[in-house]
T-cell receptor
Framework: GQQLNQSPQSMFIQEGEDVSMNCTSS?????WLWYKQDPGEGPVLLIALYKAGELTSNGRLTAQFGITRKDSFLNISASIPSDVGIYFC????????????FGKGTTLSVSS | EAQVTQNPRYLITVTGKKLTVTCSQN?????MSWYRQDPGLGLRQIYYSMNVEVTDKGDVPEGYKVSRKEKRNFPLILESPSPNQTSLYFCASSRDRWSGANVLTFGAGSRLTVL
C-alpha cells in the first residue's frame, strides 16, 4: 500500500535555529497536509497544500508541495520553545479506496 | 466552537470488559475516522465512515467495531479489549473525503490502558 517516509524521526535543536523536515512517497498525492501535535493533545492542522509546486507560509512555518507530487517539506524558522511537539505530514490521493496517509512523525525538542 | 469531542479522555480497564469511546462532531462533517497512535508507528487508521450508515475498515480494524447511526456521532467499540489495544486513540472528521477542503479535524485523544 501507499507509504510516507517522514524524516528525521526526531530533532534536538537550540532556540533560534531553523528546522527542516520532509516527507517522501513512491506514490503521487494531490493533497499534502502538515499537522502538529502538542503533548497531550490531538494533531492540529498547520498548513494544507493542494497544488504541485505550491509554497505556503503560516507565520514562521513554510511548507512546499513538491513538483513531482511525491514529496513535501516543512521549514520552521527561528524556533522557539513552544515549537516542541510531534509534526506529522499526511498525503491524500484521489485514487478510489485510499485514505489520508500519515507519516510516522518528527519529534521536535527545543532547548532554550 | 467547531470541534471533535471524545470521551473518555483517559480509561483504565481490564481484559475482556467491553467499552465504548464516544466521538461527536458539530461541523456537519460527512467523513469521520478513528486512529490509534503508538510510539514509533505514527497514526494508523482503524475504521472510517463516509456518511451515515456507511463504514469501512482502515489499516488496523481487528478487535474494533464502529457504528454511524447519526451524522455527528461515530463511537468506537472494543467488544473484548486486550492489552495490545492499549494505545492513544483519536477521532477525526472532515467535510468529505475527496474535495480540496479535505482537512481532518482531530479530537483531543483518548488514552486507553487495558490490563
Amino acid at each position: 500500500g501507499q507509504q510516507l517516509n517522514q524524516s528525521p524521526q526526531s530533532m534536538f535543536i537550540q532556540e533560534g535555529e531553523d528546522v527542516s523536515m520532509n516527507c517522501t512517497s513512491s506514490s503521487i498525492f494531490n493533497t499534502w497536509l502538515w499537522y502538529k501535535q502538542d503533548p497531550g493533545e490531538g494533531p492540529v492542522l498547520l498548513i494544507a497544500l493542494y497544488k504541485a509546486g505550491e509554497l505556503t507560509s503560516n507565520g514562521r512555518l513554510t511548507a512546499q508541495f513538491g513538483i513531482t507530487r511525491k514529496d513535501s517539506f516543512l521549514n520552521i524558522s527561528a524556533s522557539i520553545p513552544s515549537d516542541v511537539g510531534i509534526y506529522f505530514c499526511a498525503g491524500l490521493s484521489n485514487q478510489a479506496g485510499t485514505a489520508l496517509i500519515f507519516g510516522k512523525g518528527t519529534t521536535l525538542s527545543v532547548s532554550s | 466552537e467547531a470541534q471533535v469531542t471524545q470521551n473518555p479522555r483517559y480509561l483504565i480497564t481490564v481484559t475482556g470488559k467491553k467499552l465504548t469511546v464516544t466521538c461527536s462532531q458539530n461541523m456537519n462533517h460527512e467523513y469521520m475516522s478513528w486512529y490509534r497512535q503508538d510510539p514509533g508507528l505514527g497514526l494508523r487508521q482503524i475504521y472510517y465512515s463516509m456518511n451515515v450508515e456507511v463504514t469501512d475498515k482502515g489499516d488496523v480494524p481487528e478487535g474494533y467495531k464502529v457504528s454511524r447511526k447519526e451524522k455527528r456521532n461515530f463511537p468506537l467499540i472494543l467488544e473484548s479489549p486486550s492489552p495490545n489495544q492499549t494505545s492513544l486513540y483519536f477521532c477525526a472528521s472532515s467535510r468529505d473525503r475527496w474535495s480540496g477542503a479535505n482537512v481532518l479535524t482531530f479530537g483531543a485523544g483518548s488514552r486507553l490502558t487495558v490490563l
